[in-house]
C-alpha cells in the first residue's frame, strides 16, 4: 500500500520525503451508545474512510502541520509551546496527541483526512489514531493497542476539550477487517464478532442527517455527569454494576432525569451483549429489533436524538428497513439503517423526501463493511 497523492504533497510543502505514513478509520457504532465511560460494552466497526498522517522528524524542536483539506496552510508551532492552553483550530488534535507522546524533538505533519467531518463518524478519533500510529513507528515507543487508545482519548480530553469515552479511539485502532469489535470499555478487552450482512441479502446504511453535532455544546457533559451523579448517590463504581432491579429499588435516591438516564445504560449494556448472540446466529431480524430499541431507548430515556435523526430512523423503518438507529453522541451527526441491499435505493429515496417534507438539509448516504483498524501504509526508505 502506499499514498502517492500524499506523499508528492508532503515534498511540496516540506521540500522532503515523510519517514512514514499511518492511516486510521473512522467509525460507526452497532449498538451499545452512551455507555463507553459508563464501563459498559459496545460494539462498533470501523468504516472504510480513514485519515493519514504522513510524519518526518527534524533536528531542531519545530513542528509544522498542515492537511491536505485546508489548502496545505502550514502551522508552524515550536515544542516548547505545546500545551493545552494553546489556542488553535484544528491542529489541536494533532498537538494534543504529540503534547501527549511527548514527543523528543520537532516533527512535519501533513494529513489528508477522508473520514466525513461532523457525521458523527469519528473523524477526530481518526486523525489522532493516525498521528499516534505514526508517532508510536517514528519514535519506536513500542505503546500496545490499548495504550494508544488511552493516550489519544487523553489527547482529546485533556488537550482539545472534549469529554469523549474510549471507543471511538479504540475501534479505530484495534478494529479488524470484516469484524465488528466487541470491546468491554472497563479493561478494553476484545473479541472480534464477524460482521457479515451481505451474505445475506443486507446492507447497513449510514445516514449522516447534516444536523449540527458537537461534544462540546455541554449536552454530552450533562449525560455524563448524571451517570456520575448516579453512581455516586448509590455506591457502585460504575453503571456497568447496576441491575434492572437494583434500579427500580434505588429510585428514591435519585432523580427522575437520573433513572431514566441509568435505565438507558443498563439496558444499553444488555443489548449489546445479546446483539453480539444474534450476530453470531446470524438472526439479522432480531438485531434490527435491539438496533430498534436502542434508538428508542436514546431518543426517549436519554433524550439524546434530535427530529433530524428521528425523522432518519422512522422513514427507514417505514421503507421496510429490519432496524434503525442514532449512532454516536446524538444531537445530530448520522443514523444506521439495517435494510435489503436491494431496498437500497427505495430506502434512500424514501429518507430524502421525509427530509424534504419537513424542511431539513438533505442527507447524506453512505455505506460501509467492516474494515480494517489503523495501519503503517508507508515508511521511508
Ligand atoms: C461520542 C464519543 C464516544 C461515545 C459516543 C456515544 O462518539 O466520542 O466516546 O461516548 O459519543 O456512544
Redesign the pocket.
Known sequence: MSNSHLDKSFVEIFGETPDVIAGAPGRV?LI??????SDGF?LPFAIADRTYAAVRKRSDRILRIASMQRHNNVVTVNLNDVSPNLKGQWERYVLGVIWGMQIPHGIDVLIDGHVPLGA?L?SS?ALECSVATALNDLFSYGFNLEQLARLTQKAENEYVGVP?????QSVSLMAQRGSALLLDCRDLTTKNVEFDVASSGLELLIIDTQAHHS?TDGG?AERRASCDSVVKKLGIRSMRELTIAQLETSKELITVTEYFRAKHAVTEIARVLKAVEVIERKDFAELGQLLNASHASLRDDYDVSCPELNVAVDASISAGALGARMV??GFGGSAIALIKASHSHETIKKIETSFTQNSFKAPRFFTSLPSQGAEIIQRGL
Open positions: 457504532n451499545g451508545e452512551h455507555i463507553d465511560y459496545v458523527g469519528s478519533a469523549c469515552g474510549i471507543m471511538d461534544l454530552y454516536g453522541g
